[in-house]
């Protein structure tokens, strides 16, 4: 003799709904955020005298990143956490918003301050602040919530212009 189960169709309909999203979990995508970043100095000597064209920020699953875009030829840089960042020729503080101040020495000119972009809301970072531009070279300030660690880069493009960004994580 053959025993038959038999489910009631309320369970299996919750079953079937209690599955579908654990489906749609399995199927969807991950982020993986990168790995190896620090929080020390990353240099580069290159100067260059292709202007600042603009200073950007945009937020990411893992980072939030600052852009500053130049016409022309890649820029040398200079990014470090300092304990105060002055101003390019006079050395007055730049007071920044934050547990910690990175400093971005662009070595390249900047014409005019560039329009700064607001960072409220954002998870790293606190306030971006133009510090000048003397001597061939351009100094930001970013308030950022902790020492949190980074990475510095060159982009070509679009056309015959370049970017440096520098990419803050959101933790440790």
Same mark, same amino acid.
């Given at each position: 003799? #053959?025993? !038959?189960?038999? &489910?009631? #169709?309320?369970? %299996?309909?919750?079953?079937?709904?209690?599955? +579908?999203?654990?489906?749609?979990?399995?199927?969807?995508?991950?982020?993986?955020?990168?790995?190896?970043?620090?929080?020390?100095?990353?240099?580069?000597?290159?100067? &260059?005298?292709? @202007?600042?064209?603009?200073?950007?920020?945009?937020?990411?699953?893992? =980072?939030?990143?600052?852009?500053?875009?130049?016409?022309?030829?890649?820029?040398?840089?200079?990014?470090?956490? +300092?304990?105060? &960042?002055r101003?390019?020729?006079?050395?007055f503080? +730049?007071?920044?918003?934050?547990?910690?101040?990175?400093?971005?020495?662009?070595?390249? @000119?900047?014409?005019? @301050?560039? #329009?700064?972009?607001?960072?409220?809301?954002?998870?790293?970072?606190?306030?971006?602040?133009?510090a000048?531009?003397?001597?061939? !070279?351009?100094?930001?300030? +970013?308030?950022?919530?902790?020492?949190? @660690? =980074?990475?510095?880069f060159?982009?070509?493009?679009?056309?015959?212009?370049?970017? %440096?960004v &520098?990419?803050?994580a959101?933790?440790?």
């Open positions: 003799m #053959k025993i !038959q189960h038999v &489910v009631p #169709k309320a369970i %299996l309909t919750a079953l079937a709904l209690l599955a +579908v999203p654990a489906a749609a979990a399995a199927g969807s995508s991950t982020t993986t955020c990168p790995i190896g970043w620090g929080s020390l100095p990353e240099t580069s000597s290159r100067m &260059v005298q292709s @202007p600042i064209a603009d200073v950007r920020a945009g937020r990411h699953a893992c =980072f939030d990143r600052i852009v500053v875009d130049l016409h022309g030829r890649a820029a040398g840089y200079d990014v470090r956490y +300092v304990g105060t &960042v101003q390019e020729g006079s050395g503080v +730049v007071p920044l918003r934050g547990g910690a101040r990175l400093q971005v020495v662009v070595r390249a @000119p900047s014409y005019a @301050p560039p #329009k700064l972009p607001n960072v409220n809301g954002y998870s790293a970072l606190r306030q971006v602040a133009f000048g531009s003397f001597e061939g !070279q351009t100094t930001l300030g +970013v308030g950022v919530r902790a020492r949190l @660690p =980074f990475r510095v060159t982009l070509a493009g679009p056309g015959s212009n370049t970017r %440096l &520098v990419d803050v959101h933790h440790w």
